[in-house]
């Protein structure tokens, strides 16, 4: 059984940084890909960032060149690292994997970004 634990959101103030962290417990084995999303209140939950196994990346337009993910296999993590944080980046991230045709998701973590 896979599981996710996300850490690092927080209040921060607009032009601010965060870095989160998501902690994989279970196989590592197969993993096709890791992400992190957001949902903000009364939006729907958007995909903000990816890396593949192979280490491929793509990210949300609204966040391209202000975030960044990584992964660390060693420490099972993966990070995002946000910068210029904007208001509008306010809403609970989740961290998610795709393993062997199922998706698995973190509880999330709630980010803050005041104005």
């Known amino acids: 059984q896979v599981q996710l634990v996300e850490s690092g959101g927080g209040l921060v103030q607009g032009g601010g940084s965060l870095r989160l962290s998501c902690v994989i417990s279970?196989?590592?084995?197969?993993?096709?890909?890791k992400g992190w999303y957001r949902q903000a209140p009364g939006k729907q939950r958007e995909l903000v960032a990816r890396i593949t196994g192979s280490g491929s990346t793509n990210y949300a337009d609204s966040v391209k060149g202000r975030f960044t993910i990584s992964r660390d296999n060693a420490k099972r993590t993966v990070y995002l690292q946000m910068n210029s944080l904007k208001p509008e980046d306010t809403a609970v991230y989740y961290c998610?994997?795709?393993?062997?045709?199922?998706?698995?998701w973190g509880q999330g973590t709630q980010v803050t970004v005041s104005s």
């Open positions: 279970g196989s590592m084995s197969s993993i096709d890909a």
């Open positions: 998610t994997l795709s393993r062997l045709g199922d998706d698995y």
